[in-house]
């Protein structure tokens, strides 16, 4: 296939709520324009973009997967993206491939909450895009009152191109509000109707008020009570949904493949033309779109296969991408030659010779290229802005089922963190564990059946422990004495230790005030080391012991039977005997939140913090977020747990968090009794 080049290209990404039908628009699209040889179905696990198991396992899109067709000349090129929030992050990434955008929602208006966080980052990129209410053929569809929440949350910008004729059983056809005229849908394409005079009037009306806030001509008109040229509102529409100015609305049935040419049509008449489109670098420079121009195109998503190896899907900005094109990677600084360029059709590839600017291709075998990263030729070092990602919200501890995987589990992360950028990998301080993070528990799950599938490793998981720590709130001295004889040099240590506590946070001390030479000076070292490795499991819990201060005051030896170890194993025996006459506490770690909600949730959020031992800090107007509170509250760590997933069922998805520890508290009796059973119950179990 000759290079694509960028007149005749339309980057269109398929977002919205998860189970609005998404995929199943998309796949009638692709069977519509004949790019694929049969439609296929979400249910029965056939779809184009929906194609990998974990996909089918959960019958929704678990990843950005792309596909293209081809119509009247014009390319579309289609990025299917997941709509559960858990996701949200990838399809950022993947939305910096776009040039344009369907929203698609069901005619349904109480889940267009979902929705909010999704338009208003298109709005941030000024990403043009339209409103597909689908789904209008079932039951309980309400076409009317979805279109007027549309125009409620995003503006009177958002106006109709189509509206139904009937809904849910009843749905036969639609009316083309901008031409007024009536259609009735059938096998392949529409039929004209009879329309009725009543037929989206008022619908035609708040179009031409829209198109007038930006056409004095057409307000002039307008208000002389003047219908204006059918080619003079077609003309507007097209400038006016290219540039962001005006968001229309159109009527579908994913299923039954009703409305789909006429989507398909709007999206090659009014979304923008990749020629059209320029993009910024991250200096604020203008990339111009250039054939005959060096090579930047932009990673906007990464596939690693264990048997075909890594693919990375760029966007290509300028110049003319080949198979054997050298490549440098601005981000790392390092030469990149491709392994083959690929057009995608789900998990389907064909062999690319070439592609141009607006062109979305993937490249093979890039070794250290990732999602984000900026690709350049003839030794540019333009740098397009890459999307940055929130801290992640929720955590799964791992260990590999098989003690023999423990090598290797840490290179699989690597892969899968090629493949999705928004992981994170870290061993916890406090605990030592492996933590996987992510935004939810369905985007981690699927992480999990994802690594177990492709690399044949099965995992343990089970959410991180709570870094509990205990403490002392009293001081005493205590001798230890260790002596051990065999038939030669024996082993002799004695020491006498002050132990007391430290202010919140100070950590741990070690001093000495020998007088007299009682413990030689070579021995002090051993002395500290038994008093740390004391101090790792604490007398109530196992829990290590923090904020404490022990002094070495006194002692004795033996000239002969005396060395380092036995002062370690003395001062050992010290601290254990030691530390329970200390009234020892336990800690346990408390963490600082900061809760981002829309106002109208913002009392449940309250009442949830609340009842999670939390302490609300302050509440008030978000200055990056419209319509939305700040909640910021200390929150004990083992409430947080799984706060996400309430967090969200309580806000319709649309409330999150950021958090980091801010410091250790004494418990309550409670939690002491239930933290000290349960450690008592794992070391039983063991």
């Given at each position: 296939m000759a290079a694509a080049q960028a007149q005749g290209i339309r980057n269109v990404a398929?977002?919205?709520?998860?189970?609005?039908?998404?995929?199943?628009?998309?796949?009638?699209?692709?069977?519509?324009?004949?790019?694929?040889?049969?439609?296929?179905?979400?249910?029965?696990?056939?779809?184009?973009?929906?194609?990998?198991?974990?996909?089918?396992?959960?019958?929704?899109?678990?990843?950005?997967?792309?596909?293209?067709?081809?119509?009247?000349?014009?390319?579309?090129?289609?990025?299917?993206?997941?709509?559960?929030?858990?996701?949200?992050?990838?399809?950022?990434?993947?939305?910096?491939?776009?040039?344009?955008?369907?929203?698609?929602?069901?005619?349904?208006?109480?889940?267009?909450?979902?929705?909010?966080?999704?338009?208003?980052?298109?709005?941030?990129?000024?990403?043009?895009?339209?409103?597909?209410?689908?789904?209008?053929?079932?039951?309980?569809?309400?076409?009317m009152g979805t279109y007027s929440a549309l125009r409620r949350r995003f503006g009177n910008h958002v106006v109709a191109e189509q509206a139904p004729i009937g809904q849910g059983e009843n749905l036969s056809g639609y009316v083309d509000?901008?031409?007024?005229?009536?259609?009735?849908?059938?096998?392949?394409?529409?039929?004209?109707?009879?329309?009725?005079?009543?037929?989206?009037?008022?619908?035609?009306?708040?179009?031409?008020?829209?198109?007038?806030?930006?056409?004095?001509?057409?307000?002039?008109?307008?208000?002389?009570?003047?219908?204006?040229?059918?080619?003079?509102?077609?003309?507007?529409?097209?400038?006016?949904?290219?540039?962001?100015?005006?968001?229309?609305?159109?009527?579908?049935?994913?299923?039954?493949?009703?409305?789909?040419?006429?989507?398909?049509?709007?999206?090659?008449?009014?979304?923008?033309?990749?020629?059209?489109?320029?993009?910024?670098?991250?200096?604020?420079?203008?990339?111009?779109?250039?054939?005959?121009?060096?090579?930047?195109?932009?990673?906007?998503?990464?596939?690693?296969?264990?048997?075909?190896?890594?693919?990375?899907?760029?966007?290509?900005?300028?110049?003319?991408?080949?198979?054997?094109?050298?490549?440098?990677?601005?981000?790392?600084?390092?030469?990149?030659?491709?392994?083959?360029?690929?057009?995608?059709?789900?998990?389907?590839?064909?062999?690319?010779?070439?592609?141009?600017?607006?062109?979305?291709?993937?490249?093979?075998?890039?070794?250290?290229?990732?999602?984000?990263?900026?690709?350049?030729?003839?030794?540019?070092?333009?740098?397009?802005?890459?999307?940055?990602?929130?801290?992640?919200?929720?955590?799964?501890?791992?260990?590999?089922?098989?003690?023999?995987?423990?090598?290797?589990l840490s290179q699989l992360l690597v892969r899968m963190r090629e493949e999705d950028p928004t992981l994170v990998v870290e061993r916890e301080n406090f605990t030592d564990e492996l933590v996987l993070r992510g935004y939810g528990e369905m985007h981690l799950s699927v992480t999990v059946e994802r690594l177990q599938r492709k690399y044949g490793v099965k995992l343990d998981t089970q959410l991180p422990q709570v870094p509990y720590r205990e403490t002392i709130t009293g001081k005493t001295q205590q001798q230890g004495r260790y002596k051990h004889q065999t038939g030669g040099h024996g082993m002799f240590g004695d020491v006498h230790l002050e132990i007391a506590p430290l202010a919140r946070g100070t950590g741990f001390k070690f001093d000495e005030r020998i007088v007299g030479g009682s413990v030689p000076k070579q021995f002090y070292p051993g002395v500290e080391k038994g008093v740390r490795e004391a101090l790792d499991r604490g007398p109530i819990a196992g829990f290590p012991v923090v904020d404490v201060q022990v002094v070495l005051y006194d002692g004795s030896y033996h000239t002969v039977d005396s060395n380092e170890m036995s002062f370690k194993l003395a001062a050992a025996m010290a601290m254990r005997e030691g530390l329970p006459k200390c009234h020892p506490v336990l800690l346990e770690p408390i963490q600082r939140i900061e809760i981002t909600v829309p106002t109208t949730y913002t009392s449940a959020v309250l009442q949830q913090i609340s009842g999670h031992r939390g302490q609300i800090l302050n509440y008030g107007p978000s200055e990056d977020r419209r319509g939305c509170d700040v909640v910021r509250a200390l929150v004990p760590q083992a409430e947080m747990s799984r706060y996400l997933t309430e967090l969200r069922t309580a806000t319709q998805g649309l409330g999150y968090f950021a958090s980091e520890h801010d410091h250790f508290e004494f418990a309550p009796p409670k939690v002491v009794q239930t933290v000290t059973a349960e450690r008592k119950e794992l070391a039983a179990a063991r």
């Open positions: 398929f977002i919205g709520p998860h189970h609005s039908g998404k995929s199943t628009l998309v796949e009638a699209l692709l069977s519509h324009a004949q790019a694929i040889p049969r439609k296929g179905s979400v249910v029965d696990g056939t779809a184009t973009t929906d194609h990998d198991p974990e996909s089918h396992a959960h019958q929704m899109s678990v990843a950005p997967n792309f596909a293209y067709l081809t119509s009247g000349g014009v390319r579309v090129n289609i990025i299917d993206c997941p709509g559960a929030v858990d996701f949200l992050e990838e399809t950022k990434f993947a939305l910096q491939a776009a040039d344009a955008a369907v929203v698609v929602v069901e005619a349904d208006p109480n889940r267009l909450a979902q929705v909010e966080t999704l338009v208003d980052y298109l709005e941030s990129l000024k990403i043009p895009h339209c409103f597909t209410i689908n789904r209008l053929d079932r039951p309980g569809a309400d076409f509000v901008v031409a007024m005229k009536a259609f009735k849908y059938g096998e392949g394409k529409s039929t004209p109707a009879t329309l009725t005079e009543e037929m989206a009037e008022k619908n035609h009306e708040e179009l031409l008020e829209a198109l007038a806030d930006f056409d004095d001509h057409l307000m002039e008109e307008v208000l002389e009570g003047k219908e204006p040229p059918l080619e003079e509102i077609e003309q507007d529409l097209q400038t006016d949904v290219s540039a962001d100015k005006i968001a229309p609305v159109v009527v579908a049935s994913g299923i039954r493949g009703w409305g789909v040419a006429e989507l398909l049509d709007l999206i090659i008449r009014q979304f923008p033309d990749a020629s059209q489109v320029r993009r910024n670098d991250q200096t604020g420079k203008t990339v111009e779109p250039n054939a005959a121009g060096p090579v930047i195109a932009q990673v906007c998503k990464t596939t690693v296969h264990p048997q075909s190896g890594k693919l990375s899907i760029v966007r290509v900005f300028s110049g003319t991408l080949n198979p054997d094109t050298p490549l440098h990677n601005v981000n790392r600084d390092v030469k990149e030659r491709p392994g083959g360029l690929y057009w995608l059709m789900g998990k389907n590839q064909s062999a690319a010779n070439g592609a141009g600017p607006g062109s979305i291709v993937a490249i093979a075998r890039l070794d250290t290229t990732v999602t984000g990263d900026t690709l350049c030729s003839n030794g540019m070092k333009t740098k397009m802005p890459a999307h940055s990602l929130p801290k992640p919200a929720f955590s799964l501890a791992l260990r590999p089922h098989e003690r023999s995987d423990e090598a290797k």
